[in-house]
């Protein structure tokens, strides 16, 4: 059934949600991918979304959402502040209201465009300790957002109870490893494929991916 519907994924141009862009372009008819500009550490994210966006053929949306830069000041909108994760509190990296506020646009956009399925890679498993990446927030806001606007939103979440080792082999199994791998951006420091090789993005990354290759015998290099 869903093959007859549109989808809107929010979209970084990073592993998860370009995972989540060619898992939403084999499960809907039609895709529209949105990029929010929230004057990123790396405005380079937003250049690879743009190109990832273009390769794929996906139309693409880029938002300008400065105001959260204005109000959630965070190691990911300021160059002042440090990426650290310290015991017992949310990672400096954290945005307060990101996501309830990506996915909200994202539904008044997809509303717009006729999209009522709405796609984020947040994810549960390999928790930062983000609120607003948990199961609970999703379902709670899918409701909220039918409320709001009278229209059946669904809100999917495919990467939510996956680590990073299966989100690599989920990339693999949609046939995108190798994209996936070589052109999308994690990294906090703004180095595409494997990244600085140093931050807690790129460790993340890189753990996830040393596992799912060790898992498949070493037969992806
Ligand atoms: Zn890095």
Redesign the pocket.
Known sequence: MLKHEKAVVVFSGGQDSTTCLFWAKQTFKDVIAVTFNYGQRHSAEIEVAKEIAADLQVPHHVLDMGLLNQLAPSALTRSNIDIEIKEGELPSTFVEGRNLLFLSFAAILGKQAGARHIVTGVCETDFSGYPDCRDSFVKSLNVTLNLSMDHEFVIHTPLMWLDKKETWKLADELGAFDYVRERTL??????KGS?????????LRQNGLDQYIEEKGGSVQ
């Open positions: 994690t990294c906090y420091n703004g180095l990244g600085c090789g140093e931050c807690p993005a790129c460790t």
